[in-house]
């Protein structure tokens, strides 16, 4: 079971930026890799994930905005948050899925992002 370590959320104003950080206790080589958010009183959802093969999903409200990537050499994932708005405070989770598994197993301990106005 890989072990998930978030890092890089805190305060950041409107137009902002943030660089969330997953450090994996696994190779992740052979994982998919993600990124969920919950906003309090709010359901968890996902935000970006990136395939063992790099390719990539967003979800609609962060296109153009966030990125993610991975680096297999240091088992980390990174979510990099530009042009940041007051909807995209919440808790951010990192999440892991084993190649042929159908659910992410996973989970990160979560990192706080708040953005004010």
């Given at each position: 079971q890989?072990?998930?370590?978030?890092?890089?959320?805190g305060?950041?104003?409107?137009?902002?930026?943030?660089?969330l950080?997953?450090?994996?206790?696994?190779r992740i080589?052979?994982?998919?890799?993600?990124?969920?958010?919950?906003a309090?009183?709010?359901e968890?959802?996902t935000?970006?994930?990136?395939?063992?093969s790099?390719a990539?999903?967003?979800e609609d409200?962060?296109?153009?905005r966030?990125?993610?990537?991975?680096d297999n050499?240091?088992?980390t994932?990174?979510l990099?948050?530009?042009?940041?708005?007051?909807?995209d405070?919440?808790v951010?989770?990192c999440a892991?899925k084993?190649l042929?598994d159908?659910?992410?197993g996973?989970w990160?301990?979560?990192t706080q992002?708040t953005?004010?106005?």
């Amino acid at each position: 079971q890989a072990q998930l370590v978030e890092s890089g959320g805190g305060l950041a104003q409107a137009g902002g930026s943030l660089r969330l950080s997953c450090a994996a206790s696994v190779r992740i080589s052979g994982y998919t890799m993600a990124w969920f958010r919950q906003a309090s009183g709010k359901e968890r959802e996902t935000v970006a994930t990136i395939s063992w093969s790099g390719a990539t999903y967003f979800e609609d409200s962060v296109k153009g905005r966030f990125t993610i990537s991975r680096d297999n050499t240091r088992n980390t994932v990174y979510l990099q948050m530009n042009s940041l708005k007051p909807e995209d405070t919440a808790v951010y989770y990192c999440a892991a899925k084993r190649l042929g598994d159908g659910k992410y197993g996973d989970w990160g301990q979560g990192t706080q992002v708040t953005v004010s106005s």
